[in-house]
């Protein structure tokens, strides 16, 4: 289902290709870099993240994706560290799997992902891991699709995203940093959601860990 | 079109003087293009296009809308190449107002829109009331010099390989087939302008230059990053395979020897001969890779041509 | 030789240890069993609401001639103050989008009703938080719209089939007297039955919100202001004229030639309005809280007869109101619900705290309770 590249892009600092299902994009992250002064901030780094759609020019949507990488972002981001610097992070959208004018929540989770491997690839100090997973409740008898397709999403009641932060081998779960849920549902359907997505985001963790693994076994290749 | 990466004086000493004996970074010939490579994506009209590192990725979409009042047979079509840091730090978001931007946008603009080489007619649905309106976003995602030359390329192919889905007319009412419900049109490309780079270094002095009777500059085709920044003049040649010229475009800079821009258009022609072919070829595997059970399901019969 | 030095503890005025230290300003309400806003801990505002007259279609609208407001509404809370005025527009739909199979059964379109997000219609809102000054829309402003869209697109609120335009006739008699005819005014009217219009308009409707003295996360306070303002919208009547539903006009262009049917004007009545039809089953009320960790060292020293009472780690906080409670909160949670516990929409960002199963489980409660204060005010 997820497949990862990083390191694709040679001007930046850090990179990551990323493709979910019917989804791809490719982030790319530059910093500690310094920032223009109306960016700086005196004790923290700054962000600046860029979301760029597949097709069209940018719009409020896009906007609003931006808000949201920062909101599972910012927590997880050792800022402490790099006073009065700026990291920039910038996403495009290469397909986007699902209707634009109507959903955002793929395209959100495969940013989420590429975010946090071009991060690391940057070698930017993260405090915790952060994996994320779209979700999508179709049918009467309310089945719970995790990573839904865009045929699926299309008839799905409600859909979620949901961003854990996770600890200890990404094997704990330390806080949800992002979910956010459309449609209609009720509470206990809600609660099923969080218990699915719960697994589905360690996997995805797993995931994303291997591809890490992978990246630092070639970087020391010469060990 | 990179203003703030800085280079270092030795650097560029070293690159000027290496041109100067012959020789370049990437031990390429001075006349050489870098290697293309053209992937497509799932979808029609999404490509990926690697010369060299430079990437750059272009989305071929379509939707309908009404025509310009004073155009009601034609379709629309936009090009919008919109560069973001991802490319290089020194590219700001939403900002392309700077000088090489708008160079880049403007030359991509004429090669392929202006120059006809989409049938904006053919897009046209209800004379008046209905057209497609074609959009290629250019996206640049890694910047290694050459991003006219490598977005031309993009566009074109993007603009080979799109469909567009099919429609049927009855009176004033059209409908919209899906692409699972009837096979989609190609769109109406009538010819495939490929844009070549020339960059030009001044080996002598600047006074030389003007004044003087030599025209020795140095003409590299295909000039990388660092060629660019360090480059005193540049021409754009846009040429077809009929072997005409689309666009030439040479925005001040060092001045060149009138003679050689025919030796430049030449020269492009060879490059945009192989280049076409390439564009060709790699449409066809793609076709065929997508269509291969066609031969299993054909109903026509073996023929002997 | 040394002097002592005389160490004075400093007093700040609460509204100015809200602004230099948020954090603390919170952490010693806290302690002391309140919020910096002095609410209960899960204590809402009260909202007053009102049509503030301003529509076109009201009855008591202050101005009814050139007036292009279709719905209004002026919520109130605390200091804050929410305008939301609906206007709206009529655009011809691309009747490509839909399946020609289901043009010919409109009645079996109308029985599935509650469809996927297709058949889900919207209203385009732009919010706008006055600061005094003007300049392009800040990214708060640009998030809350796309917001209010998406969820007004998924909660399915307004229905597609709300939003067509069943349009009129105006003919002309004799006497040069005209009139309008609906097709739903009169069935036996056989020339507003002939007149099928081979085209298909909907009215496309904007929310202008505005809001004055931003005191705290302002989603909540939108939604519900836009949701008692598209209660009461009123949506004009349309018509065209008898003579022009059938215009062409021949245009040739290098020696090219086609009929170009005229794209023709469609007129809103001045005087006939038709409610907007709401999907009564899919309102829903949004409120907001945070989690809000206790940080032990923070609390106010207490007797030492009561130094044992377990307080807990954390706390939630209901309606987020001001500087100290806003800067220092880091894990929002932000439920759209009916009174029976159908959610519209939920966010939750855990920026700080730790935001428990418990916790979301005692928003909903608590934004179900909420909810149904709420609809009593519709």
């Known amino acids: ?223 | 079109m990179a203003k703030d990466i800085d280079i270092s004086s030795s650097e560029a000493k070293f690159l000027i003087d290496s041109l100067k004996q012959g020789f370049r970074f990437d031990s390429r010939g001075f006349e050489e293009f870098r290697d293309v490579g053209i992937e497509f994506g799932k979808d029609f009209g999404d490509v990926t296009v690697t010369v060299g590192r430079t990437k750059v990725h272009c989305r071929i979409s379509c939707s309908i809308a009404q025509p310009y009042e004073d155009r009601p047979f034609e379709g629309l079509f936009y090009i919008s190449t919109e560069s973001s840091p991802m490319a290089g730090p020194q590219f700001e978001n939403g900002n392309n107002t700077g000088e090489d931007e708008v160079l880049c946008s403007r030359i991509i603009e004429k090669a392929v829109r202006r120059s006809g080489a989409l049938d904006v007619e053919g897009l046209c649905i209800v004379a008046g009331s209905k057209c497609w309106a074609v959009r290629a976003d250019v996206h640049f995602l890694n910047c290694d010099g050459g991003f006219i030359d490598v977005s031309c390329i993009a566009v074109m192919c993007g603009l080979l390989h799109f469909r567009k889905p099919d429609v049927t007319v009855a009176g004033e009412q059209i409908t919209v087939h899906s692409l699972d419900e009837r096979e989609p049109v190609p769109l109406g490309v009538l010819h495939i302008p490929i844009c070549v780079t020339f960059s030009f270094f001044n080996p002598e002095d600047a006074e030389e230059n003007i004044k003087g009777d030599l025209n020795n500059e140095i003409c590299l085709i295909d000039a990388t990053l660092k060629e660019e920044l360090l480059r005193d003049g540049t021409l754009t040649v846009t040429l077809n395979k009929n072997r005409e010229v689309v666009q030439v475009s040479k925005a001040g800079g060092l001045p060149m020897d009138a003679l050689m821009l025919m030796d430049c258009c030449h020269k492009a022609y060879k490059i945009t001969e192989t280049l076409t072919d390439q564009i060709t070829s790699e449409l066809k595997r793609d076709a065929d890779s997508r269509n291969q059970f066609a031969a299993m399901l054909s109903s026509e019969n073996a023929r002997v041509s | 030789m040394k002097e002592a030095i005389e160490i004075q503890p400093m007093t700040f005025h609460p509204e100015v240890l809200a602004r230099i230290a948020p954090d603390l300003s919170m952490q010693r309400h806290l302690s002391l069993g309140l919020r910096p806003s002095l609410r209960a801990l899960e204590e809402f505002r009260n909202v007053e609401i009102s049509d503030g007259q301003l529509s076109c279609g009201s009855q008591n609208s202050v101005n009814r001639t050139g007036n292009n407001i279709l719905g209004s509404n002026v919520l109130k809370s605390g200091k804050t103050m929410v305008i939301t005025s609906i206007t709206g527009g009529v655009v011809e739909e691309n009747m490509s989008v839909h399946n020609p199979d289901e043009e010919e059964s409109p009645e079996l379109e109308q029985a599935v009703g509650a469809g996927g997000v297709e058949d889900h219609g919207c209203v385009y809102p732009v919010v706008e938080v006055e600061r005094g000054r003007v300049g392009a829309p800040t990214d708060e402003e640009m998030n809350l719209s796309q917001r209010i869209y998406n969820s007004v697109l998924h909660t399915g609120l307004i229905s597609k089939k709300a939003l067509e335009v069943s349009v009129g006739v105006r003919s002309t008699n004799s006497d040069g007297q005209s009139s309008v005819l609906y097709p739903d005014a009169d069935p036996s009217n056989a020339l507003a039955q002939n007149f099928k219009p081979r085209r298909k308009w909907s009215y496309v409707l904007y929310a202008k919100i505005q809001v004055f003295s931003r005191d705290g996360p302002l989603f909540e306070l939108c939604w519900n202001s836009l949701l008692y303002a598209l209660a009461n919208t009123q949506l004009p009547r349309a018509f065209v004229d008898e003579r022009t539903t059938d215009l062409k006009i021949p245009v040739s262009m290098r020696g090219r030639s086609a009929a170009i049917r005229e794209t023709f004007d469609i007129l809103c009545d001045p005087n006939e309005f038709q409610p907007l039809m709401l999907s009564k089953d899919r309102l829903a009320f949004a409120s907001n809280f945070a989690v809000v960790d206790i940080d032990p060292e923070a609390q106010l020293p207490k007797d030492d007869d009561d130094m044992q009472v377990d307080s807990p780690k954390s706390v939630l906080l209901a309606d987020i109101q001001g500087e100290a409670e806003e800067a220092s909160v880091f894990s929002t949670l932000s439920a759209v619900t009916d009174a029976k516990g159908n959610l519209k929409h939920f966010k939750a960002v855990g920026g700080g705290s730790k935001i428990t199963m418990e916790m979301i489980k005692r928003s909903i409660a608590l934004a179900k309770l909420r909810a149904s204060d709420l609809n009593k005010k519709l």
């Open chain 1, 1 to 223: 289902m997820l497949s990862a590249q990083v390191g694709v892009l040679d001007q930046v600092d850090g990179s990551c290709k990323l493709q979910c299902g019917e989804t791809s994009v490719i982030c790319s992250v530059t910093g500690p870099v310094e920032p223009k002064a109306r960016q700086e901030l005196p004790s923290q780094l700054a962000l600046e993240i860029v979301v760029r759609p597949c097709r069209g020019v940018p719009s409020t949507r896009e906007k609003m994706l931006e808000d949201q990488i920062r909101g599972v972002v910012t927590p997880i981001l050792a800022r402490y560290m790099y006073p009065r610097q700026l990291a920039q992070i910038c996403c495009q959208v290469l397909e986007s799997g699902e209707p634009e004018e109507q959903y955002s929540g793929k395209e959100l989770s495969a940013c989420i992902n590429a975010v946090f491997l071009a991060l690391v690839d940057a070698g930017i100090g993260l405090l915790a891991s952060v994996s994320c997973v779209c979700l999508a409740i179709t049918g009467d008898n309310e089945q719970i699709q995790i990573n839904p397709s865009q045929a699926n999403l299309i008839k799905s009641t409600s859909t979620h995203v949901l961003a854990l932060q996770l600890g200890a081998g990404a094997k704990k779960v330390e806080n949800v940093l992002l979910l956010e849920s459309y449609g209609a549902f009720d509470e206990e359907s809600m609660l099923q959601v969080l218990h699915s997505g719960e697994m589905a985001c360690m996997e995805t963790a797993l995931e994303l860990r291997k591809v890490i693994e992978h990246k630092i076994r070639e970087d020391f290749i010469w060990r």
